[in-house]
T-cell receptor, first 114, second 115 residues
């Protein structure tokens, strides 16, 4: 099981602020992912990375950006937060076993933009 | 078209009842994997099981069991003698060839177990 950490767990912030959601894993996994989850429960992939210096956009268009400078770290940044960004953000990582690849998730960040 | 369908949006049972969560998937691949995750109120997704398309044996782990039937493209999850701590959202997911994102999730089933 992966050890994957997200900070902060909860964030309430005003419109227009720049925020960075942190995600770190200690398992040396190559692949990392960001999902957005609204109260309607469905998970939407917004970003993923196959390794250092690799980032791709997911299925759901997002105004956020990500970076992958170190294997263990995959932060997500919103340059100017808006109320529409209010959601839960889940980070995940996996070791890359092809189809058998199992994603392990962090505890999530609940973001509220006022 | 939905690749992973969890038709039951919400299920409510009384403690000690058995409950089955349905998952129907769609793929053209012969090799694929299916997963179940649990999301308790605390928010994190917890991995429960992974099953490959060549293994149709049912799996049992304590009170949990999974029934995989390729003929009906289903991978259903049963909780026996449910407990209040089983209350969570449960997600089924599919991993198939050609999907760079790897996992396609269903929309989840909210299970509430009442005392």
């Amino acid at each position: 099981e992966a050890d994957i950490y997200q900070t902060p767990r909860y964030l309430v912030i005003g419109t227009g602020k720049k925020i960075t959601l942190e995600c770190s894993q200690t398992m040396g996994h190559d692949k990392m992912y960001w999902y957005q989850q609204d109260p309607g429960m469905e998970l939407h992939l917004i970003h993923y990375s196959y390794g250092v210096n690799s980032t791709e956009k997911g299925d759901l268009s997002s105004e956020s950006t990500v970076s992958r400078i170190r294997t263990e770290h995959f932060p997500l940044t919103l340059e100017s937060a808006r109320p529409s960004h209010t959601s839960q953000y889940l980070c995940a990582s996996s070791s890359g076993e092809g189809l058998a690849d199992t994603q392990y998730f962090g505890p999530g960040t609940r973001l509220t933009v006022l | 078209a939905q690749k992973v369908t969890q038709a039951q949006t919400e299920i409510s049972v009384v403690e000690k009842e058995d409950v089955t969560l349905d998952c129907v998937y769609e793929t053209r691949d012969t090799t694929y994997y299916l997963f179940w995750y649990k999301q308790p109120p605390s928010g994190e997704l917890v991995f429960l099981i992974r099953r490959n398309s060549f293994d149709e044996q049912n799996e049992i782990s304590g009170r949990y069991s999974w029934n995989f039937q390729k003929s009906t493209s289903s991978f259903n999850f049963t909780i026996t003698a449910s407990q209040v701590v089983d209350s969570a959202v449960y997600f089924c997911a599919l991993s198939e060839t050609g999907s760079a994102r790897q996992l396609t999730f269903g929309s989840g089933t909210q299970l509430t177990v009442l005392p």
